[in-house]
């Protein structure tokens, strides 16, 4: 592999690192999923950390304001190019009760988040389109302080996986559920525990080395 690989993660909290155990602290970079994935991957790839707590996929929050991933992500991508790969996970927060969409809403929200990467990429003078790695976020619990919050959101969470396989193909992006390889906090029911970032990591960068091989 020649130069260096550069992959932006673009997600909500548990790209950014909420620890469930103790709200509004972050895990430490290296206890973070990302952070896991620099390491496996080693030199040569560059991580780039794009995680908003309450971020969703399109929708604009009536409550915490502009959380729209649509509405930020091709400044993002702009700002950090170039880019061989972008991760997209998002979907979580479209679980709150107050956007009260399906399943497969989501699914369609996020595929046209990838989408939208490469329109934004296919412009005279870009030279490189990244591919697009969707992590579709395991199921949710509705317990502890965010159960009302997320009333009626662990049935749809669970649907989540059916609906991207049912539009997978509609899209050229890649596409690895996340619940086979982790599960939801039973603390808050929505961040991921520790040696949960330590299993997705570590998947995430296997599925990497597979999609950006040396041709």
Not at 58 to 87: A, F, N
Not at 131 to 152: H, N, S
Request: glycine share 10%; hydrophobic share 40%; with cysteine.
């Amino acid at each position: 592999m020649t130069g260096t690989r550069t992959i932006l993660c673009f997600g909500d909290s548990n790209t950014w690192g909420a620890d469930p155990q103790n709200r509004g602290v972050r895990y430490p970079a290296d206890v973070r999923w990302t952070g896991v994935l620099r390491k496996e991957l080693g030199d040569g790839y560059e991580i780039v950390e794009e995680g908003l707590p309450g971020r969703t996929t399109v929708w604009t929050d009536p409550i915490d304001g502009i959380m729209s991933g649509k509405e930020y992500l091709t400044s993002c991508l702009q700002s950090h190019r170039p880019l061989d790969l972008v991760v997209i996970m998002l979907g979580t927060n479209d679980l709150k009760e107050r956007f009260s969409v399906s399943a497969l809403d989501i699914a369609m929200s996020t595929l046209s988040l990838a989408g939208l990467v490469k329109t934004t990429f296919s412009r005279p003078g870009i030279t490189i389109v990244p591919q697009v790695l969707i992590l579709v976020p395991p199921p949710i619990k509705e317990t502890g302080l965010f159960a009302g919050m997320f009333k009626g959101g662990e049935e749809k969470s669970k649907q989540l996986g059916e609906a991207f396989t049912m539009l997978s193909p509609y899209t050229d992006a890649s596409i690895m559920d996340a619940s086979t390889v982790i599960v939801s906090s039973d603390a808050d029911g929505i961040h991921f525990e520790a040696e949960q970032h330590r299993k997705l990591g570590s998947a995430v960068a296997e599925k990497i080395k597979s999609m950006l091989v040396e041709l």
